[in-house]
């Protein structure tokens, strides 16, 4: 039972445009929500957090949008930079952190 | 920031031998680590709760006599795959959660991995 799901495997972005990072889950029970950036034979690291209060969190270059009633949130990475090539993996916490599948980030010179 | 670090960064280890990772949370005291495995190409799936001072908390599915972990400090947790077999060659990550932090916070902070390779 996947609770937290990323559909796209991959994306491929030209820098300077914006990286759209879709995640969907199931379990309303969620109370919050993470994006972390990972590189190949590293831990995750933290990128940006919604409450599940929230609709909206911004932080530099990174927006995190969430709506409940579609049980989707998204990252918006604007502008995207070679150095934001990456696997992104959204999250959604209710005392533990259950993780997406992940989506490979490719944004191109 | 927060720093969590593992040891060993990688292990080959043969066939039925055990193998224990270590996990540190480095400048802060962490009440709560969390274990994982990921595949290649896959999801980090949740193994373990370790919780200081008690008995781990194990995921549906993952045999608690073949992973063993142990939180005996506030800063140290270790995870020993028993008997390992080629099946269980996979990326290991950690987790730990401050035990500053209010009781409903959300926050992790990660390893950088265990790679194991069982030959």
């Known amino acids: 039972d996947q609770q937290v799901k990323q559909n796209s495997p991959s994306l491929s972005v030209q820098e300077g445009r914006i990286s759209i990072l879709n995640c969907d889950y199931t379990n309303s029970m969620f109370d919050y929500f993470l994006w972390y950036k990972k590189y190949p034979a590293e831990g995750p690291t933290f990128l940006i957090s919604i409450s599940s209060i929230k609709d909206k969190n911004e932080d530099g270059r990174f927006t995190v949008f969430l709506n409940k009633s579609a049980k989707h949130l998204s990252l918006h990475i604007v502008p995207s930079q070679p150095g934001d090539s990456a696997v992104y993996f959204c999250a959604a916490s209710r005392g533990k952190l259950i993780f997406g599948q992940g989506t490979e980030l490719s944004v191109k010179p | 920031g927060a720093v969590v670090s593992q040891h060993p960064s990688w292990v080959i280890c043969k066939s039925g031998t055990s193998v224990k990772i270590e996990c540190r949370s480095l400048?802060?005291?962490?009440?709560?680590m969390f274990w994982y495995r990921q595949f290649p190409k896959q999801s980090l799936m949740l193994m373990a709760t370790s919780n200081e001072g008690s008995k781990a908390t194990y995921e549906q599915g993952v045999e608690k006599d073949k992973f063993l972990i142990n939180h005996a400090s506030l800063t140290l947790s270790t995870l020993t795959v028993t008997s390992a077999h080629p099946e269980d060659s996979s990326f290991y990550i950690c987790s730990a959660r401050d035990a500053g932090a209010l009781s409903s916070s959300y926050e992790q902070y990660f390893g950088p991995g265990t790679r194991l390779t069982v030959t």
């Open positions: 400048d802060f005291q962490a009440t709560t």
